[in-house]
């Protein structure tokens, strides 16, 4: 979800013009593949520098392509951080039938 200050942006007509320009030129590219994991398709044009309240009306930094990423939705999340503090919250551990505490081994750490 955009940010508070960047909802008028990402509403603008110059931002959904760069961003249908470069899904298409991705497609074009290699049919649309996330630039991160290139096994799903992308879903989203990522920021690869950060738009902040300082650099958001710097075409070099919005509306450029170079600073673009075609990414698939879990790639686009584990980079951006979504649902850390989710996972942050959860139990470390669980219990076996004894009672004995037993960690929880994230899915990232068994792989």
């Not at 650099?55 to 980079?79: A, G, Q, T, V, Y």
Request: with cysteine; aromatic share 8%; proline share 5%.
């Amino acid at each position: 979800m955009a940010k508070e200050f960047a909802r008028s942006f990402y509403d603008g007509m110059p931002w959904r013009r760069c961003r249908k320009a470069y899904i298409a030129e991705r497609i074009a590219i290699d049919g649309g593949l996330c630039e991160q994991c290139h096994e799903r398709l992308g879903y989203m044009v990522h920021h690869k520098i950060p738009l902040t309240p300082e650099n958001i009306n710097d075409p070099l930094i919005s509306l450029s392509h170079d600073n673009l990423e075609f990414e698939c939705k879990e790639c686009h999340d584990r980079e951006e951080g979504h649902f850390i503090k989710q996972r942050e919250n959860r139990s470390r551990c669980t219990f076996d039938a004894e009672g004995n505490p037993v960690p929880i081994i994230e899915r990232e750490e068994a792989e």
